[in-house]
């Protein structure tokens, strides 16, 4: 397989099978850090990233105990 002068490489049919590509598809390529480049559609890029952000999310909260007032913190951030 060999990538174009425009970039393009075609994705073997069995393959866009799989994993579901059809015309249209929208992917997103993503470099792991092995080295190793996913092609994903990107609404399940979004999906994982919307996932990991709630789960970050639930794991902070009511973590946070300043002894601050709202209006304390948000001077803070201002400076």
Excluded: C, N, W, Y
């Amino acid at each position: 397989m060999r990538i174009t002068i425009k970039g393009q490489v075609t994705i073997p049919q069995t393959i866009r099978d799989a994993a579901g590509f059809h015309p249209g598809t929208e992917v997103d390529f993503v470099l792991g850090d092995d080295g190793l480049v996913r092609v994903i559609p990107s609404d399940r890029l979004r999906s994982e990233r919307a996932q990991a952000l709630s789960h970050a999310l639930t794991r902070l909260r009511g973590s946070a105990d300043t002894g601050l007032t709202t209006d304390e913190i948000m001077a803070l951030t201002r400076e």
